[in-house]
């Protein structure tokens, strides 16, 4: 059977009240397609922290995800002032975060960190002052 | 070294000596592996005096492991599901990421009473929240003395985190 599931979410920058609405949502509708155990919990976490970064640091974003038999790939790309020193960002402990961010929890730069962790590949891409592309995959 | 602790006697003995006596265990995991598997969230709002602000009906459900961080990336990098996440925050983040990670409850230290739409929220996605007015620390040791452990024990290797 070769059937692929492909859905889309725009994130909007700065806000905060909403975090981790989207994610919510995808997680419903993974587990909807028969994803669970580890692989959904791998994947609503990688995505929980890229919706986190986009809120905290972008203008604006957007998450698609593409399901197919043996894999979940999700693209996060985002319009915003991108990473200068991608190598630093990946760093645990490396973080920009503001006040309002670290308020919530976040911004002790465990995110990237967490997002490679959760993934079975992990690229990303970035320009200063457009935004940046992080394109992951994770295996079924 | 104490060979037996006779508690007839009503001797004062040092904490280090009870502990070295053998008869003490330093390590809950080694008495109860896993966790306790008598512990529910009605005994855990027993034992902190907790009062409970979201999932009333759920109190019968079993915990035997716990995570505590002011901080949501760690909850969302070491967190195993079943367990219950311990915090200070009360913000409704707080709630999404335990729905994320499948934590059994939240439970709130510090006597800190969340705003009503984390409430609203919990009761929405179906995980209890739990208030109890001890410190994070104090909540912590006495979950513990009770059989409930951590979700990982330490970080291996030198601060890298464990694959999940």
Redesign the interface.
Known sequence: MNQEYKFSFPVEGGNFDDTGKISIEIKRLLKGLGIAGDVLRRTAIAIYESEVNIISYAWRGNISIRVTDDSILINIQDSGPGITDIEKAMQQGYSTADDRIREMGFGAGMGLFNIKNCSDSFEILSETSKGTLLKISINR | MLGEIDFERQEAFSCFEVLNSGLFPWDLEDVFPGGNREMTLLKIKELLDARVLAGEEHLDTEVTTAFS?????????FAK?GSIMI?G?T????V??A????NSAILIVRGKIPPDETITLAEE?GIPVLSTKYILFETSGRLYANGIVGCIRKIEGP?S?V??
């Open positions: 961080a002011d901080l949501m990336s760690d909850v969302l990098a599901p915090t925050l913000n409704p983040q707080i999404r990421i729905s994320i990670v499948d996605l601060g985190v694959p999940l």
